[in-house]
């Protein structure tokens, strides 16, 4: 059964940074991209960043380039996602996905607010 469990989640203000984490089992971690997508209220699935198995590859959305980060450790079986200079449109439920559109995890809630 597969299973992701992020956390890392929590209140910070504007301008500030938060590591989310993600750790995976059930299938075989390092022969899988792994996405990172959020929820904000009301609103539907965004895709945030994706890395490939190997980890040297990733790909982020357009308007997050420059202030997020992902990044794997397939040795622990566990995927992060850097989030700095945080702002209040970052506010989300954030999911790690299993591939390109595969299991979710049960998300992570981001609050930016000050």
């Known amino acids: 059964e597969v299973q992701l469990v992020e956390s890392g989640g929590g209140l910070v203000q504007p301008g500030g940074s938060l590591r989310l984490s993600c750790v995976a089992s059930?299938?075989?971690?390092?022969?899988?991209?792994m996405t990172w997508v959020r929820q904000a209220p009301g609103k539907g699935l965004e895709f945030v960043s994706r890395?490939?198995?190997?980890?040297?590859?990733?790909y982020y959305a357009d308007s997050l380039k420059g202030r997020f980060t992902i990044s794997r450790d397939n040795a622990k079986n566990t995927l992060y996602l850097q989030l700095n200079s945080l702002k209040t449109e970052d506010a989300a439920m954030y999911y790690c996905?299993?591939?390109?559109?595969?299991?979710r995890g049960q998300g992570t809630q981001v609050t930016v607010s000050s």
């Open positions: 059930g299938f075989t971690f390092s022969s899988y991209s």
């Open positions: 890395i490939n198995s190997g980890g040297d590859s990733t």
């Open positions: 996905v299993k591939g390109i559109s595969g299991e």
